[in-house]
């Protein structure tokens, strides 16, 4: 019912910036919040980010707060994360997540994108 596509993922050096994409598609009048997550290879998937579709509302995680911004952009239905002041232990395979309660499935990720800071 939702398609998630992830963009923007890279190399950068610690202490640089990138932003990831995510670029919604199908119904998505229903997504209710879209959020981003990251997993590093033997770790657990790690909450990074949402956002709120109705309120805007946001909120992150601990060890990417007030260094991360999600933002979205409803004329595309497409949500963005900007890193900035990126670390080596940011480094992670970062997955769009969306939520849509009326939708069956209501749950839907995109296939990721590498993100890696080296040192």
């Known amino acids: 019912q939702v398609q998630l596509v992830e963009s923007g993922g890279g190399l950068v050096q610690a202490g640089g910036s990138l932003r990831v994409s995510c670029a919604a598609s199908?119904?998505?009048?229903?997504?209710?919040?879209t959020g981003w997550y990251r997993q590093a290879p033997g770790k657990e998937r790690e909450f990074v980010a949402i956002v709120n579709w109705n309120t805007g509302n946001t909120r992150y995680g601990d060890s990417v707060k007030g260094r991360f911004t999600i933002s979205r952009d409803d004329a595309k239905s497409a949500v963005y994360l900007q890193m900035a002041s990126l670390k080596p232990e940011d480094t992670a395979i970062y997955y769009c997540?969306?939520?849509?309660?009326?939708?069956?499935?209501?749950?839907?990720w995109g296939q990721g994108t590498q993100v890696t800071v080296s040192s």
């Open positions: 199908g119904r998505t009048y229903y997504i209710a919040q």
């Open positions: 997540n969306a939520i849509a309660p009326r939708l069956t499935p209501n749950t839907y």
